[in-house]
């Protein structure tokens, strides 16, 4: 007669998943990939759809301020559209500035690192900033131009800081006064400094200014435009590109800006 079957012989048996921890990994990254598409289709929305009303303003405004079609009557509507104008422009600074910020506090901008002539970078920002340089009376004085080092960076942000720097310090440099832009080599990295003779702030204010929205003196007294995005920007896009930002001051000495890059 058979023995009866023991009850270890049945025929419904467990596995055990051989890699839960990598499956929860892998489903983890999913997730942050479809939000990181999600961020992007937004971004991209918004900045059309603000973009867009934003440019037709600046255009036509610009076309009526120079009267291309012909008189527009009264004086006053020419300087009207000129402001309009500049209010366009200024909206979409801000526009442009906001946008980027989400990118980079999102981390949804693309960064394309590759070796970048400092020179070239430096020239290029200097030419796009000119008439406000002129406008300012500032002189911006480049140490070694033309045999300055090579940097590790994405080419657009390359620029985007630098332009957020130099300008940050032509609006607050006093006229006549001279703007040094410097680069030395230290070690593996690059160390880029921009100084102006502006009235600096307190070395206590420094940590809010790499706030978003944040901008030195108070904001009752201030006597410059802007929402206070530049420096931030700049300190995102650095550690985006595995740089920092430094920045030193002190009442009456000025303000100076160290970007640290990676040796191109």
């Known amino acids: 007669m058979p023995e009866p079957a023991s009850m270890d012989a049945s025929p ?34 918004v900045s059309h759809e603000l973009r867009t009303p934003l440019n037709a303003v600046i255009g036509f405004s610009e076309i009526l301020s120079q009267e291309l079609y012909g008189p527009l009557g ?17 909206l979409l600074k801000l526009v442009n500035q906001i946008v980027e910020i989400a990118r980079l506090e999102g981390h949804v901008t693309d960064i394309e690192m590759t070796p970048e002539n400092l020179d070239e970078a430096i020239e290029d920002v200097i030419e796009a900033l000119s008439a406000q340089i002129r406008q300012r009376e500032v002189i911006v004085h480049v140490v070694g131009q033309g045999a300055l080092p090579a940097v590790l960076a994405d080419s657009r942000g390359l620029r985007t800081m630098l332009t957020n ?34 009235p600096g702030v307190e070395s206590a204010e420094l ?57 191109g």
């Open 12 to 45: 419904i048996r467990t596995f055990a998943d051989p890699a839960p921890a990598e499956r929860r990994a892998a489903a983890i990254e999913r997730r942050r990939l479809a939000l990181d598409d999600r961020k992007r289709s937004f971004l991209r929305m």
């Open 74 to 90: 009264s004086p006053q509507y020419k300087e009207y559209a000129a402001i309009v104008h500049e209010s366009g422009l200024k």
């Open 165 to 198: 720097l130099l300008q940050n310090a032509v609006t607050h440099s006093p006229a006549g006064g001279v703007v040094h832009i410097a680069a030395a080599r230290i070690g593996r990295e690059i160390e880029i400094t921009i100084r102006d003779q502006g």
């Open 207 to 263: 940590p809010r200014l790499l706030q978003p929205f944040e901008q030195g003196g108070a904001t009752l007294t201030r006597s410059h435009e802007g929402a206070g995005l530049g420096l931030p920007i700049v300190d995102l896009l650095s550690r985006a590109m595995g740089g920092q930002l430094k920045l030193s001051s002190s009442l009456g000495a000025g303000f100076l800006a160290r970007l640290i890059l990676q040796a």
